[in-house]
């Protein structure tokens, strides 16, 4: 009443104020168009009874806003607490009624989860679950999570969810367990230690037997769906698939592997039927064809037994559901695995390692095509899997692979046998078997031929001849396996033939790291080996400077053909182990004749025992070198070696001999006659087993090469002619400067050695004063 009342003085205020702005404007315009005195009086008293009333609605005005200020609004203020107030009320009862509300609906669906579940309606009984968890999730009011009878609601739904997952767990061991030969019941995850289905050695049959439930029923069927349904609901089935997939690849998968015959049989039982996986016999690698029958024939009964079963699976939370099958979700599970292990144990085996066997493994492609096919028509992989094709389209990288991989492993295998047992190249044979060749360079029915000489007439017949020696027959193999497998790179496509000319430079850079580190002690410790050593190096290079050449027009033109660059480094390996063993033995001749203590005072019989004992050592030494050296290196290469070893002999006992300070007759015979022991054995280390048969001519050859080979031999004999001699002799051999004893010897050290042997006359003062 009140707020229509002031709404009815606000309304009459207004127009009192409209007609006394009409007032004003009327007054306002008439005292502008007036100047007169009279007429001016009366405009001010018409003004002022405007401004009368004015203030009277201004007052009025006032009245009013106070009252709307003390009264009205003090009863608003009032009727919004009030408001408030009730709508409190209001959300307090919208919030218990929502809570009843959501207890009512949990009691329902909790009713139907027990229900379903007992009925074996699983589906439904995960359905409801699923939105008994969706109502539970969204809070209708703050701290709702410490409502007591909420509490004993999620309490009560978790049960029910484990109670779920339990009874599903139990339906699915009813329609999918397998058992081992003896009958025994598998888990699912096998125990520890426990590894029954993986096939050991000694036994002859393996069986794994797994049940699944029967395709033609139609009830049958629907409880298969809805507990596949509710599992996945349950967030559940990818376990079993991996329990599963687990099993399939650990014990099933790896029968149709390894063993020799594998076969699949189905059982009808009364409530499902029984898939038997039987390996008899020993293990063996099976064909392609036999692998590829088996699994998939066992695929086969999986999906129509159990894999076939369709379940739509989400994406994401807020995405749509796609319908998928279990073999969709087994595939993602265990297909990778599954086709590696096909790759890695049974397609890498049927790769071809001959020319002939490639011809025919297009067979093998098309039925590894077709097991793919079959593969992605059922969804156990994916149209886009190409690991099967991609290794069997591969076959010709994978054939050179493959066959490079067998020769370097043939070729380290020869490089880490024993090498004691060699072989005679003689100088008389061709410079090199080489692979039957046309002149065009082709293939010929030829087995070899010879390398055609150089014509020009400035050459030597033996310019490209190996040197007569010995080698190691596994280097002469080593070798051999070069040709042939350049003679095959030859027939092969240009893919192939270029891996496989890369093979053989592998198999001299492998000879260069392998062969002197797993022989490096025996290279060490034994002159003959290392002469081996030697040889097989002067050989390999020796057919490594013709090699590429011989097969340059038979292999691609983008290759390089060449093993010239390999030389110098297999070479270097030679010459490197020989000069070290020349060193040690070397050292080996310094220690002996350090046990002759200088030479000094021989006219002592102990000391010249001693002396004597050291030279046999030393020349014994030449002599099992001699034994072991010349009839395995070329003759050149042992004269130079024995005779830089005669040298370094010879060198020492003279630097000792020359250094004395006094020697005495009686010593200086003894002296003499070591050093005609020496020479009496020096030329003999020159002569070979048929030399030394023939005694008229050896002798002097032998004293050729050893003059030839020994440069301090010619010095040896004239310190022996002067151990000898007089005075008079040495003098007429130091001729002036211009005798043997000159060129031999430097003028103080023949002086020296005059002063130890002879005693101080007038005569040994005038040879002196000559020798100059």
Known sequence: MEREEINEKLSMLGRRMEELKLEIHSATTATAATFSEFEFESSFDITAALSDKVRAISEEMQELSLKVETEVKGQLNISTGEFQSL??????????????????????????????????????????????????????????????????????????????????????????????????????????????????????????????????????????????????????????????????????????????????????????????????????????????????????????????????????????????????????????????????????????????????????????????????????????????????????????????????????????TDIHDTALISSDASPGELPPLDKAGGPSKEKSRKVEM???????????????????????????????????????????????????????????????????????????????????????????????????????????????????????????SFMEQMKTQKAILEQYIEGAAGFATMDEDTNYEAAEKSLKQALHQLTHLQRVWQDVLPASVYRKAIGILLNSLLTLVMDHLTSLEDISSEAARKLFLLLKMVDDKAATLFLTEEESSDTKNSGNKAKVDLHRHATKYTKFTEIQLVLNGSLQEIADRWADGMGPLAAEFPANELKQLIRALFQNTDRRAAVLAKIK
């Open 87 to 416: 709508t409190r009320q209001l959300e307090q009862v919208t919030v218990v009624m929502g809570v009843l509300e959501k207890l009512t609906k949990a009691q329902q669906l909790m009713e139907t989860i027990a229900t379903a579940s007992s009925e074996r309606k699983y589906s439904e009984a995960s359905s409801s679950l699923v939105l008994l968890e969706e109502a539970l999730k969204q809070p209708l009011c703050e701290r709702e999570e410490e409502i007591k009878i909420m509490v004993a609601v999620r309490i009560q739904v978790e049960v029910l969810k484990q109670k779920l997952i339990q009874d599903l767990n139990d339906a699915w061991k009813e329609t999918v367990f397998w058992t081992s030969l003896d009958g025994a019941s598998k888990k699912e995850k096998p125990a520890k230690g426990e590894t029954k289905g993986v096939a050991s050695q000694d036994e002859d049959i393996r069986q794994w037997e797994l049940r699944l439930p029967k395709s033609d029923s139609t009830a049958e069927q629907q409880t298969l769906s809805e507990m596949v349904t509710a599992l996945e609901e349950v967030s559940q089935l990818d376990r079993k698939l991996q329990a599963l997939g687990r099993h399939l690849v650990q014990n099933i998968f790896p029968l149709t592997l390894y063993w020799q015959k594998v076969v699949v049989t189905e059982t009808p039982l009364s409530s499902g039927k029984q898939v038997v996986v039987k390996a008899t016999s020993e293990r063996k690698l099976p064909s392609c064809l036999d692998v590829f029958s088996v699994v998939g024939n066992l695929l086969d009964l999986l999906n129509d037994s159990l894999l076939h079963v369709q379940v739509e699976r989400k994406a994401g939370q807020d995405a749509e559901g796609c319908q998928v099958t279990l073999m969709n979700l087994l595939g993602d599970e265990i297909a990778e695995k599954v086709l590696d292990g096909i790759v890695k144990e049974c397609l890498s085996h049927a790769i071809p390692s001959t020319n002939k066997e490639l011809e025919s493994f297009h067979e093998v492609i098309a039925v590894t095509k077709k097991f793919q096919d079959k593969l992605v028509s059922m969804g156990f992989v994916s149209e886009d899997s190409r690991i099967l094709l991609d290794y069997v389209e591969n076959v010709n990288v994978l054939f050179a692979n493959k066959k490079c991989q067998s020769i370097l492993e043939r070729a380290r295998g020869l490089m880490t």
């Open 454 to 576: 150089a014509s020009d007439p400035l050459l030597s017949d033996s310019t490209f001849r190996m040197p007569t020696c010995r080698v190691s027959v596994c280097i002469q193999e080593l070798l051999d396996l070069a040709y042939s497998t350049l003679n095959e790179a030859s027939s092969s496509s240009p893919q192939c033939a270029v891996q496989m000319f890369y093979a053989v430079r592998n198999i001299f850079e492998l000879f260069c790291s392998v062969f002197p580190t797993y022989h490096a002690h025996s290279l060490a410790n034994f002159p003959q080996l290392t002469a081996l050593h030697h040889n097989n190096c002067m050989f390999l290079a020796h057919h490594l400077l013709t090699l590429g050449h011989q097969f340059k027009h038979s292999l691609p033109s983008d290759v390089s053909a060449t093993f010239v660059d390999l030389i110098p480094e297999i070479r270097t390996l030679g010459v490197s």
